[in-house]
């Protein structure tokens, strides 16, 4: 089907392990987000892509890693999970000249 | 950086009911931009505003775009069950290399 998808929908790992959660689009938007969404705290960028090969940090881009080595595809890699990283993580896409983002189900990781 | 305050944080009302919430930002912002989020989902975008003193709606959704540049509301009337998720406003600045700054949501719940 047609659109953004996350995956998986819930994860949860130890403390430690790396972690990566996947997302996909089937346009070819040239922009994707990382945001986590935390209580308290609304939606916060950690990292985005303005095209393949291209990314950049967010506000919160500590011990996390992304790559986007095609414009489908932008995972992102949690190093070396802490608690702290336990969250609802949604993926979106931008494609040039439109409004808003496009948003993901969201995958939720709990890190124990 | 940028911060918005989006204000109440949350709202408990009767169906039927009107309801109203705002963001405030101490930066200018060219587009405003509301969401809503569903239980379990990503946020979906409601509206869009482009120029200061616009007003749009959609449906039971009406939404201004402050004159100053630094806020904007939204109003829901005669509020339905199916109206109760998080409601987010987004502003975009120029030159923000089309990166969205979001408020931290006004959870609405509406008692059938």
């Known amino acids: 089907d047609a659109g953004i998808t996350q995956s998986p929908r819930y994860k949860i790992t130890e403390t430690g392990r790396q972690v990566t959660l996947m997302c996909h689009q089937t346009w070819s938007h040239s922009y994707m987000f990382w945001y986590r969404q935390d209580l308290g705290h609304g939606l916060r960028l950690i990292y985005y892509s303005a095209a393949a090969d291209i990314t950049d940090k967010g506000e919160v881009p500590d011990g996390y890693v992304v790559s986007r080595s095609k414009t489908e595809n932008f995972p992102l890699t949690l190093e070396s999970a802490t608690r702290s990283q336990t969250s609802v993580y949604f993926c979106?896409?931008?494609?040039?000249?439109?409004?808003?983002?496009?948003f993901g189900s969201g995958t939720r990781l709990t890190v124990v | 950086g940028q911060q918005l305050n989006q204000s109440p944080q949350s709202m408990f009302i009767q169906e039927g009911e009107d309801v109203s919430m705002n963001c405030t930002s101490s930066s200018i912002f060219n587009t405003w931009l509301w969401y809503k989020q569903d239980p379990g989902e990503g946020p979906v975008l409601l509206i869009a505003?482009?120029?200061?003193?616009e007003l749009t709606s959609n449906g039971r959704l009406t939404a201004q775009f402050g004159i100053t540049r630094k806020d904007s509301f939204l109003n829901i009337s005669a509020s339905i069950p199916s109206d109760v998720g998080i409601y987010f406003c987004?502003?975009?600045?120029?030159?923000?290399?089309?990166?969205?700054?979001f408020g931290k949501g006004t959870l609405l719940t509406v008692n059938p």
């Open positions: 979106a896409t931008r494609d040039r000249g439109t409004d808003g983002y496009t």
């Open positions: 505003l482009y120029k200061a003193g």
């Open positions: 987004a502003g975009q600045s120029g030159g923000s290399n089309y990166k969205l700054t």
